[in-house]
């Protein structure tokens, strides 16, 4: 190796051209990060591309360092001001792209270039933190190949046209696409996080809460996301089954509900089922929360699950990925078949400060059986002019005597709430259940799809020798809710998202679809953790791999794809000729029959000249030819239209035939 | 210690560069092949490496799946670019065009023909000769580039080429791919003229009695040359003129053709004094347009000409002597 390029690119100042490919790439960047980050920090970064251009432009001075330190001051400031103390996802994403766009503007050398480039590659990739949705994949693929595009154009002096630039960065990519999969596959996933990771990260993750707030799970309802995904081994059960068991919530604090305290130890309640066990894998979208939603009533729980007392199945730690797991669930079941005293204490607790009117409605059935009571209470529901609506009217301190007595419009969470309070009331132990409720059944990849809108709360009630028997007051209003779904449930006046709403039919097919397809997406790629990729091997090599055994066949598997792409690109074979190039080359094979070739190392135009000696009434001919063939050949592409070329090329044709049969 | 430290670094390298594999040029043509060039990662590597790694690790505490195929794909990208710099090196042909002499000190620019043996385009080859500045130009498919390479030039005489080297980034600059061609040639190089602005010796030769004042006389006919403007008009020679075939003076000499010998004797100083005082009465009587001829060592070593052959063979003397 010998040193000696003393002229390497280091301090080499690139062209207009090149910074116009950075500027495009950097801004497509940028466009991809848009939609989630605060719209100064967009503009701002946009701002400086902009003002960098113009320096290209006009010929302006690049900014003096005070200017940028006063800029980045006044940046830091502002950063600071939309997201305050707490230095999290967005805020580093935003600096990222800020500090970028900075460094841009004193960007000039092949060295800032490099720099920059790899730079924008991260941000890019810092957009899956945000979303990782196939489409956000694809649209992120714009911005990558544009990158590349520009780190091509970088190590040329001068650029290519954008045409072959694409080709070119197209090609590499497609080329990286086998090695890639080989590493997806088998480099050992890890599990994460490394180090903490700031709040803000899961600021978008919705789920059901430990509290109810009166008109809390509507901000839910209105919600289209999907909160899990369901896998039955056998059939679906029918809807009216699926009641997808959440949070208990035993407390009421004024018109607050809440589970019980984690420090008043309560006995684990008992379960016997007798129904036909149903096996299914759930898919649970992140949310934030420790809940694991199971099927009522779980009888095998996955590993990463633990019950409380009242049969809520929670994680060790906050749902903050996308995890899949394998249940059990009986339909049929008697749970609690004893309630302790404590147990009973806290299910009949209210509080009696407020809400007399119902106090002393459910008081006045006290006398009365339990099942008696619970039919009184559905009847009154049933029978009364209650109305099942998202938007419900405001409620006083008294919420439940307004509800009850007043406005009698609400949905699942008022039902349930008021139900409970008037179980209570008349002294039968009864708490909310909070979860979801139904599913939708996706025909194109037969799993249940539950979104955030099938948020549900229903009540349960403590009988003799039944245990804690489901009663869904809000069935006696609304049946189809319990049946078909929130959307048949509804009155038109209340806004369903979209995709909830049963009328746009052709939508929803083409939802229906594209959620297949995010399913698999989900289950393949994005859910390929350390367990799916430990799993999926064994599977494949039939054999239990430890994570060294993953490490070497990842190795080996490695250099073998680096191997094959080696040898499939560098022995490729060579190019066809061009056009140009067989006309030129028939010339040359008709000229060896009269014993002329041309030398090695001699020009096409020198060796016309020595035709011209050998031939001197077609020596004119002879350098014509070359001349074309060295036009079209050579010439700079651009400046010819296709049009023009195939036309001088047809010239070639006969020029070269006119030669040959005027030599004979 | 410093300088032997150096000395050993030195001879280290020299060892090094003995085990490089290089392309010999045989008839002044050599084939870069698949075993003469070499590859490393560029230190523009070390960003992506970093940012590589950076993605990694985002990808292992978020469990960002997608952050992981964006990992292996930069990576495997990184895998591809290499395979391309080195395909964009592979199988040229070099071809050492002979190279104008120059004088020592000068810049001599070597034409070195690259050509393309796979039918297919070449982007920013770069080519340089150790220690100089390098070249860059792409190559059409089954085409040919001159490179002008620079060479320095340090002693009068024959220099025998460095080792020429061609290299490239292209197409990510992640990748800096090498190969060193040897080769036999030399490069003549005349001696420097001196830089005293000494007189032109008019005409002195020992051995002549001739008019020792005369440059370009008036006294005996020798020729025509092309007219050319400041000609006196009484030179012009109006009869070959008239032909049409253009413009001429008559061109009279004194004994110049005679007496306008350099000669070693004349000069003093050691002999590189010497050479290059002659090498400079050489070039300024050349450029002048004078009639000279050189003597060294006492012989007469070229009689008094003032063609353009003449005046390389002059040069070359000098410069080989």
Redesign the interface.
Known sequence: ???????T?TQKTLSSHHLYWLLVSLGSALALHSIHLPIWITVTTAGLGIWRYFIDKKHWALPKLRWLILLTLLICIGLLFSYGSSFGRDASVSLLLIMSGMKLLETKT??DY??II??A??I???T??FS?TAS??LL?LIP?TLL?AT??Q????QT?NSRLAFK?AGK??L??????LV??VL?P???????G?SKD?YSGMTGLDDVLELGDVGHLIRNSSVAFRVQFDENIPSANQLYWRGPVLWRQQQNQWLTTESNVPLSHESLMTTGIPIDYTITLEPHNRHWLLLLDMPTKLPDLATLRHDYTAVAKSPVR?RIRYQATSSGQYTLSSELSPQQRKIALAINRDNNLEAISLGQSWAQLPADVIINKALKKFNQEPFVYTLRPPRLSSNAIDDFLFKTQKGFCEHYASSFVFLMRAAGVPARIVTGYQGGEINPNGNYLIVRQSDAHAWAEVWLKNKGWVRIDPTAAVAPERIEQGIEEALTEMDELPIFVRQNATWLKKAYLNWDNINNTWNQW?????NKRQLAFLNKLSGEKLSLSDIAISMIVAMLVM?LV??VL??TKK??K?SLV?RQYAQHIKQLSKIGVQPQ??EGSVDFAYRIGQLLPKQAKQAINIATLYNEL??GPLQNNSQMRQSKQLQLLKQMIQTFHRSKA | MLEALQKLNHAF?QR??AL?RVAKSVNK?ATLNARQI?I?PSR?SL??L??LL??L??A??????????????????A???M??T??NL?YLEV?INHAKPVFAGDLAEVEV?V?DL???SR??I?A?F?????T?Q?I?????EIFTLPLTTHHRGYLSMP?L?L?T?????LFHA?A?VKTEEKILVYPKPSGDALVIPNGIDPDSKGNQSMLAGDEDFTGHKTYQLGDLPSKVDWKASSKGMGMFSKQYSGEASTSLYFDWAQTTGDTEARIAQLTRWVVDAQAAQLTYGLKLNGQIQFMPNNSNNHYHACLKALATR
């Open positions: 190796m010998f040193e000696g390029t003393s002229d690119m092949v060295r490099i720099l790899s730079i590659y991260f890019v990739a810092s899956y933190v990782q956000t994949f992120s990558l590349t780190l091509v970088t190590s040329l002096p290519l070119l590499m990519l080329q990286s696409i086998p090695l890639m590493l997806f480099f996933r890890l599990p994460g996080p490394i180090w990771i990260a990925t790629i994005l859910g390929y953790d680096m792409t080696a690109l560098l060579q190019g000729p190039d090695i190392g050949k050579y | 390298k090094l560069k490089f043509v070499y490393l523009w960003f992506y970093l940012l950076a993605l690790i985002g292992i505490n978020y469990t960002l799946s997608l952050a992981y195929a964006a990992t292996f794909l930069l990576a495997a990208l895998n591809v670019a395979l391309h080195w395909r592979a071809s023909k050509r796979k039918n297919r982007y920013a770069c340089n150790q220690d100089e500045r390098s860059t792409s059409n498919a089954n085409t040919s080792r080297r290299h980034e292209f197409p990510l600059s090498w060193v």
